[in-house]
T-cell receptor
Framework: QKEVEQNSGPLSVPEGAIASLNCTYS??????FFWYRQYSGKSPELIMS????GDKEDGRFTAQLNKASQYVSLLIRDSQPSDSATYLC??????????FGAGTTVTVRA | KAGVTQTPRYLIKTRGQQVTLSCSPI?????VSWYQQTPGQGLQFLFE???????NKGNFPGRFSGRQFSNSRSEMNVSTLELGDSALYLC???????????FGPGTRLTVL
């Protein structure tokens, strides 16, 4: 079983819609959770971090964490063509490394 | 603040050669991590350094090694290159006491 799993995608949404990305992790001691955005040919860019259960909002992005269910999600509201990218879920288990999911590719249709 | 810098940005090597990649973290950051990204395996952790000490190492063969200098700059070395080592090598830096990691632009290594 992979440590971090994401819905495989690709995910295609119309402009203005909500894109919903999901991630599950296997290590119950995981402490920190991150979402990175990676444009084609570029390096990952940190867009959200979340450490405690509940929701965290930053602009059009909302991260949700449920440690009991070992689940973290990212919602992108009012999706724009510039949101088209691969989104990577990353988990830190307190051992100085990030474990990444395979990523979900999002395409926003104009 | 300047971001994480990596040099060189692109490298072409042949099988059997060795390569050294360099990473300069964000000013004030003392943690440097290295990751390998390939289409098949995704992002995989190589190792992490803090204050010149390796604190964790991923499941890579001994051909992959690294080090960190007193100014927090880091290098990674791959010896006896194999075709499968072709990848994007990413360096990330983190501030003390903070779990967030910020990536550099990466070094694209092609092994022929």
């Amino acid at each position: 079983q992979k440590e971090v799993e994401q819905n495989s995608g690709p995910l295609s949404v119309p402009e203005g819609a909500i894109a919903s990305l999901n991630c599950t992790y296997s290590d119950r001691v995981s402490q920190s959770f991150f979402w990175y955005r990676q444009y084609s040919g570029k390096s990952p860019e940190l867009i959200m971090s979340i450490y405690s259960n509940g929701d965290k909002e930053d602009g059009r992005f909302t991260a949700q964490l449920n440690k009991a269910s070992q689940y973290v999600s990212l919602l992108i509201r009012d999706s724009q063509p510039s949101d088209s990218a691969t989104y990577l879920c990353a988990v830190n288990g307190g051992d100085y490394k990030l474990s990444f999911g395979a990523g979900t590719t999002v395409t926003v249709r104009a | 603040k300047a971001g994480v810098t990596q040099t060189p940005r692109y490298l072409i090597k042949t099988r059997g050669q060795q390569v050294t990649l360099s990473c300069s973290p964000i000013s004030g950051h003392r943690s440097v991590s290295w990751y390998q990204q390939t289409p098949g395996q995704g992002l995989q952790f190589l190792f992490e350094y803090f204050s010149e000490t390796q604190r964790n190492k991923g499941n890579f063969p001994g051909r992959f090694s690294g080090r960190q200098f007193s100014n927090s700059r880091s290098e990674m070395n791959v010896s006896t290159l194999e075709l499968g080592d072709s990848a994007l090598y990413l360096c990330a830096s983190g501030a003390p006491g903070v779990n967030e990691q910020f990536f550099g632009p990466g070094t694209r290594l092609t092994v022929l």
